[in-house]
Every structure is written in C-alpha cells, then in structure tokens.
C-alpha cells in the first residue's frame, strides 16, 4: 500500500512538472524551427507559428499519470510533432527538444518529491524515530544544514547525470545518424530558395533539408543504444545515490586529513618543546 501511494505521489508530481514545462516551453514549442522556414521556403509558403492540438495536450497529461515511459515521450513526441500533413516526423533539432522536456519534467518531479521526503524523515535518523510519534518534531540547526547540502547535491547531480554522464547530446545526434529514415529516402536534399524581402532581382540561397525522423525510427535505434531513458527516474537517482556516496568519502577523508595534520604539528609542537629545554 505504502508503494502503491508513493507511486502515485510521483505520477502527480510528474504531471504537474509536464503543466510547468509546457508553460514555460510554450513560446519554443509554437516557434518554427529553422528547417521549418526553410521547407516552406521551398514550397513558396510563409511560416506560421505552430498550433498545438488541444486533444493531444489531453493524451500527454493521461500518459504522465499512468503510463510508462515510452508512452510519455511518444505523447510528447505527438505534441512536437503538429504537421499539417499528420505525421508524427521530427526534425533532429524537435527530437532533442522531445527527450529534453522528458528528462526535466522527472528533474523537476524528483527534486520536489525528495525535499519533501528529507522534510519527512531527516537523513540522520532512524525510521523508527519518526514513526513512533504522530507529532512532527522541529528539526535542529543541523538537520537543517545538511538539508540543505543534501539538495545541492542532488541539483547538481541531476543537471549533470544526463548532459555528462551518460552523454545525452552525444547519445542524440547518434540515434538521429544511425536511424535509417523513410522521409527524403535518408538523405539530405540540396535546393536553391529567393531570400525573403527581395522583390525584384531576388537572390538564391542555398539549402540543405535534412531528413525527418518518425517516432518507430527513433524508438528502434534508442532501445539499443540509448535504453536509459526506459529508466530516466531511477537513473536520476542512481547518479545522485553516487554523488551522495562520493561526498561522504571525501568528507571522511578530509577529517582524516585534519586528523592527521593536527597530531603531525602536535609532534613537532612537542619536539620544540622539548628541544628548547635541552
């Protein structure tokens, strides 16, 4: 039951980081991409601004409060994806905006679930001292600070688990290169299009149209090579169970450090001492 609970704590706030995101993302997710302007360039059409489809938005927040993973970012995915021809083919640029708004909605979801559970059971006690009483005691000055050192661990961890890491970029761009891709038979088709603004006498610019990449294509290549995502949560907590790992050994090695150093001019201390008297 109490696993039961904290899944579904996490699911609410998973969809409420994707609400977050989604605002805050809202302005590059209505924005054509540069190979979008580029495309309808080519077709001697002006490029408006996205629209997102309210129906879609419904089937992204259901997906995030009860489906798993791959579902997620396929409703993402489905989101970025508001061609008119109805085809869920991104460019390269889209696809990593998809698995980037997918990884900072558990950021977020996990950063709030854990200050909460540090609120709940401080890291120096013991479960049994928090369950025996229904009062919540007040936390000491120490508790406090190491809250507090505990969280900027787990900030920095999760900013750099992926990005450094595992390589996320890197990973990325070689899912999008590996991928064999339908659209364009997987090759980059070079045009010649008018700058916009020249009306007479207009110059040609040449353009280079990558490929797009559907969701199957994606999903075939990123099983393989890129299977973190499958797990993205308990990888953000992996790298920060590591973080907290090496941060007590230094800390332990910095006290032996102290330790060593104050016995070491203690000695020479004494020997002075002594060689003073003589």
């Given at each position: 039951?109490?696993?039961?609970?904290?899944?579904?704590?996490?699911?609410?706030?998973?969809?409420?980081?994707?609400?977050?995101?989604?605002?805050?993302?809202?302005?590059?997710?209505?924005?054509?991409?540069?190979?979008?302007?580029?495309?309808?360039?080519?077709?001697?059409?002006?490029?408006?601004?996205?629209?997102?489809?309210?129906?879609?938005i419904?089937?992204?927040?259901?997906?995030?409060?009860?489906?798993?993973?791959?579902k997620?970012?396929?409703?993402?995915?489905?989101?970025?994806?508001?061609?008119?021809?109805?085809?869920?083919?991104?460019?390269?640029?889209?696809?990593?905006?998809?698995?980037?708004?997918?990884?900072?909605?558990?950021?977020?979801?996990?950063?709030?679930?854990?200050?909460?559970?540090?609120?709940?059971?401080?890291?120096?006690?013991?479960?049994?001292?928090?369950?025996?009483?229904?009062?919540?005691?007040?936390?000491?000055?120490?508790?406090?600070?190491?809250?507090?050192k505990?969280?900027?661990?787990?900030?920095?961890?999760?900013?750099?688990?992926?990005?450094?890491?595992?390589?996320?970029?890197?990973?990325?761009?070689?899912?999008?290169?590996?991928?064999?891709?339908?659209?364009?038979?997987?090759?980059?088709?070079?045009?010649?299009?008018?700058?916009?603004?020249?009306?007479?006498?207009?110059?040609?610019?040449?353009?280079?149209?990558?490929?797009?990449?559907?969701?199957?294509?994606?999903?075939?290549?990123?099983?393989?090579?890129?299977?973190?995502?499958?797990?993205?949560?308990?990888?953000?907590?992996t790298?920060?169970?590591?973080d907290?790992?090496?941060?007590q050994?230094?800390?332990?090695?910095?006290?032996?450090?102290?330790?060593?150093?104050?016995?070491?001019?203690?000695?020479?201390g004494?020997?002075?001492?002594?060689?003073?008297?003589?």
């Open positions: 039951k109490a696993t039961a609970q904290c899944a579904t704590f996490v699911r609410i706030q998973l969809t409420m980081a994707l609400v977050d995101v989604l605002l805050k993302s809202w302005k590059e997710l209505t924005t054509p991409t540069n190979a979008d302007v580029d495309r309808a360039a080519v077709r001697r059409e002006e490029s408006l601004p996205k629209q997102l489809h309210v129906d879609k419904n089937i992204l927040l259901r997906a995030y409060a009860s489906e798993n993973s791959e997620r970012i396929k409703a993402l995915w489905d989101v970025v994806a508001t061609s008119k021809d109805g085809d869920d083919l991104l460019d390269e640029e889209e696809m990593h905006r998809v698995v980037q708004y997918f990884l900072k909605t558990w950021e977020e979801a996990l950063k709030t679930t854990c200050d909460q559970a540090l609120d709940a059971q401080p890291l120096d006690e013991t479960l049994e001292s928090t369950t025996t009483t229904s009062v919540v005691p007040q936390k000491t000055r120490r508790q406090v600070r190491h809250k507090k505990t969280m900027r661990t787990l900030q920095r961890s999760f900013k750099t688990h992926f990005e450094e890491d595992l390589e996320c970029p890197h990973r990325l761009r070689c899912i999008y290169a590996w991928a064999y891709k339908e659209h364009q038979s997987n090759r980059v088709d070079s045009v010649l299009v008018e700058n916009q603004g020249q009306v007479i006498g207009g110059r040609q610019r040449h353009v280079e149209l990558p490929p797009k990449i559907s969701f199957a294509e994606f999903l075939d290549v990123q099983k393989d090579h890129f299977h973190h995502l499958d797990r993205a949560g308990q990888e953000f907590m790298g920060f169970h590591e907290l790992w090496i941060r050994g230094v800390g332990r090695q910095n006290r032996e450090l102290r330790r060593d150093a104050a016995l070491f001019f203690l000695a020479v004494m020997l002075d001492v002594v060689i003073l008297y003589l």
